[in-house]
């Protein structure tokens, strides 16, 4: 029969994953829902003669959110390593929740002029500072309630929350489009999705805070007291940040076009309907999550390596030839097999890759390290991919531009896990 001890440490895992995993959709619901209206909002508040431009420029500010990631990954990385993970967390959630909530209700470029593209922009800043401090934190959160055995599975949560966040929205999205004309969405409906921020503030930060710290930080804490997380973390894990930084290259640009960026694809570029594009990216998202807690399984048994390299490598062979098929599919079962093949395959690298990049780092700088080298990531590769992407076809004509660039980078991730990824499985974690 199990002690008292063990029931209370498992209660207290379970709380442990379901604040993080709740949170996280929450989070990643509001943070992807520009990604998805990208059209409605490049229409409403960068009004251009040209529609592609007005896209391109839509996809620019997405960026910018991007760009601030870093900034909430030196603050938030920070505090999580001296006042705890929770805290950060519960600050996080609601910074996301206000903002996305206020972007909702923000009049358009035809009723304030300039002003409406200005404050959207500081508002998808603010998003972005959230976003970069919610991710190490949660990862870090989850790494350190987990135990050995069940690691990778446990921390392959934290994707699925952000794919079930990614989901929401495209349901949301999928919903709106059945219930309205595609004018109708341009014009205002996208609103009533933006407005759910307010909600996402309140039900997060509630269950966050309702959860305690993690017993590796509190054993922290009393052992060796305060820390100067950012300098340590820079000083002794350089090597570290890097491996993080390109790991994470290849992987953000994939995580974007593929489970974000599917619907603008379908609908704009292959000429689809809204609905279709939306639906399409559900099956995506679908698999994604379905490939995660697997690839999440296996690196538990066999390592973290082997599934990052069948990964990574399986998005550098196959991804251009499944982008070439989904173009030329003749039937929706087509397009969704492709994309749900598409999908697994990356859900494969992530489900292994999260776990491995917070056992590079000790707890004294785990958020500090990864958080920093991770946003960093996303700033250059995720926050300019779906930018890059249109200015490619743009350029280029062709809508295979897309798994060009997607493929080209992923080759850098792929290299990485070779050269400099080492085995973390059977390390210490502490």
Known sequence: MATPAVIARKTSVTRALLAGLIGNILEWFDYALYGFF?????????????????LMLSFMVFGLGFCARPLGGFIFGHYADKLGRKNILAATVILMGCSTFIMGVLPGYAQIGLAAPLIL?????????????EWGSCVSFLAEYAKPHNRAFIVSFSQVGSAIGLLLGALVGTVLSSWLTQDEVYAWGWRLAFGLGIFVAIIGYYIRKSVEETPLFQEHIETAGTNKPIKEAFQGYKKQMVTVFLLMSGANVTYWLVLNFMSTYISRFLKLSLTTGFTLTIITLMAYMIGLPISGYLADRFGRKPLMLIGSAGIVIGGYPLFMLLAKAG?????????????FIFALFQGSNTVALSELFPTSVRCSGFSIAYQLSSAIFAGTAMAAVTWLINVTGSVMAVPLYMCGVMVITLLAVIFLYRETKDQPFA
């Open 121 to 133: 922009t500081a508002m998808r800043l603010v998003q972005g500072v959230a976003a970069g401090g």
């Open 38 to 54: 990208a059209t409605a909002i490049s229409i409403n508040f960068f009004p251009a003669q040209d529609a592609l431009v007005s």
């Open 331 to 343: 039937s929706y079962g087509e397009m969704a097999s492709i994309v749900f093949a598409l999908a």
